[in-house]
């Protein structure tokens, strides 16, 4: 899975194939599909959840420690991941989302990828209403945040730089700051 995960980062589901993904993993074919018997759907589906789930990890492991740590390591983790790829990867969850139907075949792949985004929502959120902050503002917040996060990713791709990772770092600390300064009712 994670080699399927590092190929779908790169060129998404569309452009991955399953003789690919297990040519890139060193694994045989027929391995492929008898951990995957129901094809490229399942692989893919099952990679959404391991690679979403690794950051959903990280990210909850950073936010014990506040929302700016939170978002601080999760903006971290993308700079490396941008440049340990020459700017080539970006997020595997976001490209499938944005590259496949929400009908049809992969409906259970964009479901697996729109649980992961609620997830990080979610985890974002319940750091900021842990500290005071509203609900509402909270997961407000918390979408700001992801939006933010998965765009710069597109945009540090396409300019080869962690630009705008940098711009919105400065944008969502100010905006996780204000989040934490309303409360309830404020």
């Given amino acids: 899975m994670a080699g399927a995960a590092e190929m779908m980062s790169r060129g998404g589901l569309g452009h991955t194939s ?21 094809g490229k759907a399942q692989l ?10 690794k950051v959903s990890r990280a990210l909850g492991n950073a936010l014990e420690r506040g929302p700016v740590e939170g978002l601080e390591a999760l903006l971290a983790w993308w700079r490396q991941v ?10 595997p969850v976001m490209s499938v989302a944005v590259t496949e139907s929400r009908f049809g075949d ?14 990080w ?22 979408t700001l945040v992801v939006c933010a996060v998965e765009g710069a990713i597109g945009l540090c791709r396409v300019e080869g730089s962690t630009r705008p990772l940098d711009a919105i ?3 969502l600390r100010a905006a996780l700051t204000r989040t934490l300064e309303q409360r309830d009712g404020a």
Avoid: K, W
């Fill in 82 to 91: 941008l440049a340990n790829s020459d700017y080539d990867a970006g997020c």
């Fill in 169 to 171: 770092d400065i944008a």
């Fill in 121 to 142: 929502e979610h985890q974002l959120a319940g750091s900021l209403i842990a500290r005071g902050a509203s609900s509402t503002q909270a997961e407000n917040t918390a």
């Fill in 44 to 53: 893919a589906r099952e990679t959404i959840q391991f690679a979403g789930g």
């Fill in 18 to 38: 399953v003789r690919e993904i297990a040519r890139h993993a060193g694994t045989p074919l027929g391995s492929t599909y008898h951990y995957f018997p129901d």
């Fill in 106 to 119: 992969m409906v259970d792949v964009i479901a697996a990828a729109r649980h992961v985004f609620a997830d």
